[in-house]
């Protein structure tokens, strides 16, 4: 089993910057890749940036520019790093990882993200 902490959501103001992290614990052999999804009111949830075991990152064009996946292998935590934040950024911000070996993905419980225009 696989859990997973996330921290760092709030309210900014527009143009601001936030780092949401997010801690993995548990069976972590398994996990090839972790990324950070949003849903907004009314919304799917949609894939922002992912990033592999082995460091390769994906970004959604909304992310590009502006937002910055990256992992500590020794604290077992994957970041998002939001800059220039718009007010179109406001959702809940997830957590997710991918087991591989089981094909399992696992979900944080998500954190509000609030940007004031």
């Known amino acids: 089993q696989v859990q997973l902490l996330e921290s760092g959501g709030g309210l900014m103001q527009a143009g601001g910057s936030l780092r949401l992290s997010c801690a993995v614990s548990?069976?972590?052999?398994?996990?090839?890749?972790m990324g950070w999804y949003r849903q907004a009111p009314g919304k799917q949830r949609d894939l922002l940036a992912s990033?592999?075991?082995?460091?390769?990152?994906n970004y959604a064009e909304s992310a590009k520019g502006r937002f910055t996946i990256s992992k500590d292998n020794a604290k077992n935590t994957v970041y998002l790093q939001m800059n220039s934040l718009k007010h179109e950024d406001t959702a809940v911000y997830y957590c997710?990882?991918?087991?591989?070996?089981?094909?399992?993905?696992?979900w944080g419980q998500g954190t509000q993200v609030t940007i004031s225009s």
């Open positions: 997710n990882v991918f087991d591989s070996v089981i094909f399992r993905s696992y």
């Open positions: 548990g069976n972590i052999r398994g996990i090839n890749s």
């Open positions: 990033i592999t075991r082995s460091g390769s990152t």
